[in-house]
């Protein structure tokens, strides 16, 4: 069975782009933010379950996320309606990745509230990314659209930086130059990885 590395970080520290790293290195990485965006694309299969929770939210092109941000922004009741019908989806769709890559020795699930919806019981060991506040901010809002009130939101809903530093079994740096991190991705592969050829456990 592939041993199941969890990565995950607040906003803005760099998931995605370690995520890409560990893609690189040959590792599968299951995207939960890309897997969200099929579901609640074209055809999705979340489509009629968001429209009769939140009606007006969802049309052809699949769910209008700013009529459905607008929905949800600031009411935790609607936040946790929507996030009921979003993580279970989820989570299935996750199981059918593990299922596919069975025989690969380590995949990467991008899961970035694994902390806050208690994805680490799917897990064998939790990765953080993190960077220096001031970086992931100026990271954050350089993003189109995005303001200080509604990045404050994100950050409210989130785990602190620190606590998920606490809790990781590995962290990297993102605060650094890429190749530096790309380092880092590629130690931990391998870190990872070799004891699986011996039968030695993994698990730090």
Excluded: Y
Aim: overall charge neutral; hydrophobic content about 50%.
């Amino acid at each position: 069975m592939s041993f199941r590395l969890g990565l995950t970080g607040s906003i803005g520290m760099g998931k995605s782009t370690v995520a890409a790293m560990f893609a690189e290195a040959g590792v599968p990485v299951f995207d939960a933010d890309a897997e969200v965006r099929r579901l609640q694309g074209p055809n999705g299969a979340l489509l009629p379950a968001i429209e009769h929770a939140f009606p007006g939210t969802t049309g052809p092109a699949g769910v209008d996320r700013p009529a459905l941000g607008a929905a949800v922004f600031g009411d935790a009741v609607a936040l946790a309606r929507l996030e009921g019908i979003v993580h279970p989806a989820v989570r299935a769709a996750r199981a059918g990745f593990l299922t596919a890559h069975a025989p690969a020795p380590l995949v990467l699930f991008d899961i970035p509230l694994l902390f806050e919806t208690g994805a680490t019981e799917e897990v064998d060991a939790v990765l953080v990314v993190s960077a220096p506040a001031e970086v992931q901010r100026a990271r954050v809002l350089a993003r189109p659209g995005m303001t200080r009130p509604k990045l404050d939101a994100i950050l409210a809903r989130q785990l602190p930086d620190a606590e998920k530093r606490a809790r990781a079994d590995h962290l990297i740096d993102t605060g650094t130059t890429h190749e530096q991190t790309r380092e880092a991705v590629r130690a931990l592969v391998e870190k990872l990885t070799a004891p699986l050829a011996s039968g030695a456990p993994t698990r730090t």
